[in-house]
């Protein structure tokens, strides 16, 4: 049977124990290779000389029918929310990879804008900037982001960003980082880019979009259009269509 590799990160770290040179050689023995993103297969090539035909990009998929638009309102009730505020989501550890210090910073001193942190991680007891802080069960998540206005995460790397996929499917507009391994999943129409490591910039984007209403509306349209191509048991279907491919080649005695 055709032996295939999944690559979902986007660092490298598992090789880094055998090292690049061992993994190179005992790698050209697989027949395909499944990676969650172009920046992942364009670094299988060039970190691991994988030949451009054994790679299939197959971006992560959410649960549409979990990870769907909520009656706003309805939500910050349900969960003790503030009805009033315009309230950021992110979900993820609290760390700098993921762009926590920055976000925590971009929203100081922003007149009506809480955060809604979905994770773990050290984060200052009843800080006046945060509506909800902690970590929520995954059949959860669809409310709390449903609550929330729109949804930033400058994440300064990503293999195919679940947390993203998952505001889009719920009709968030996204703010996250610069950067191609992002270029899967967002575009123009559904997120605002910018540096991770510029809290100045972050805060524009977010004041951006508390200021726009309409905005806000297109973005949320764009981003549930964009979501659908994102789903799941779509994403499940294809790989099992790819799986097969490969079965019939092996079958036929031909190389995948």
Known sequence: VPSVVGVGEGEFWTIAAPGFPRATRELAAADAFLAV????????????????????????????????????????????????????????PFIAQKGYPELVAAVAGLPEVQLVL??????????????????????????????????ALPT????????????????????????????DIVD???????????????????QALQADPGRRQRMSAACLAKAKNLDIHERARRVSAWFETLAAQRAQGAKP
């Open 37 to 92: 993103s172009t920046c992942i297969r364009e670094d299988l090539e060039a970190k691991l000389a994988v030949p451009a035909r054994k790679i299939a990009v197959f971006p992560n998929g959410v649960d549409t029918a979990l990870f769907r638009p909520r009656d706003r309102m309805e939500m910050r009730r349900k969960l003790g929310l503030p009805a009033g505020a315009f309230l950021v989501g992110f979900s993820g």
């Open 188 to 206: 123009d129409q559904t997120a605002i880019r910018v540096d991770p490591a510029d809290a100045g910039a972050l805060r524009a984007a977010i």
């Open 118 to 151: 979905l994770g773990r991680g050290a984060h200052p007891a009843h800080d006046p900037r945060t509506a909800f802080c902690g970590v929520v069960a995954h059949a959860d998540m669809a409310d709390y982001l449903g609550a929330c206005d729109i949804f």
């Open 156 to 183: 300064r790397i990503e293999g195919s960003c679940n947390s993203v996929i998952e505001a889009m499917a719920c009709g968030l507009p996204v703010v996250t980082a610069s950067g191609r391994y992002m270029d």
